[in-house]
Each structure stands twice: as C-alpha cells, then as structure tokens.
C-alpha cells in the first residue's frame, strides 16, 4: 500500500513563492505518475501539475510559468514549486499517485495524500 504526505504548505503573501513536498513509502516510486491537486473553498478538485514516471510534466493553463513539478526517485519525492503566488492559489493541496497511462483525470489516481494548505493573502 503507497503512502503519501505532502508538507510545505502555509501561509504567504502575493508574489511569494513555496515548494511542497510529497514523500511516499510503500510502493515503487519509480513505477507511478504523480499529480498535484488543488481544492479551494467552494470549489472541486482540480489538476494542478502532474509528471509521468519519465519525468515529462503536465501543467494547467492556470499555472503555468510559476509552477514547476520535479520528481527525485532516489528519494521517492514529488515537488511543485509554485513562484509569483496568488490568493486564487489559496487551497489544499493535494499529492497523488497513478499506475495506469495518462496524468490528467483525477479519478484514476490510485493514492492520494491528505492534503496542505496553501493560503496566498494580498
């Protein structure tokens, strides 16, 4: 069973920057394509970044130019470094795993994380 926990989230202003974290165990990290999720209040879940176990990323049109997804498998680690922060940004943010081709829909991403939150004041 993979097991995934996001860090890194927090509290910043507009125009700042983080970098979130998520770790996984129990699985071969090698073998998964990862995502990052996002919910904001009121809102569904959506596709922030993902990254296929080549290492080729995907990016929403929302994101993309200040956010960047990398992936160390020598540490079994996803990043997103989100730069340029807005408070549209502010949600949870959400780490997931998939063994099946594709990065994009939600539903078949097998392992997902419990979440950090991202606030973005202005």
């Known amino acids: 069973q993979v097991q995934l926990v996001e860090s890194g989230g927090g509290l910043v202003q507009a125009g700042a920057s983080l970098r979130l974290s998520c770790a996984a165990s129990?699985?071969?990290?090698?073998?998964?394509?990862m995502g990052w999720f996002r919910q904001g209040p009121g809102k569904e879940r959506e596709i922030v970044a993902a990254?296929?176990?080549?290492?080729?990323?995907y990016y929403a049109d929302s994101v993309k130019g200040r956010f960047t997804i990398s992936r160390d498998n020598a540490k079994n680690t996803v990043y997103l470094q989100m730069n340029s922060l807005k408070p549209e940004d502010t949600a949870v943010y959400y780490c997931a795993g998939r063994d099946v081709p594709g990065l994009v829909v939600a539903s078949q991403y097998r392992y997902w994380g419990q979440g950090t939150q991202v606030t973005v004041s202005s």
């Open positions: 990254i296929s176990r080549s290492s080729n990323p």
């Open positions: 129990g699985g071969t990290f090698r073998n998964y394509a």
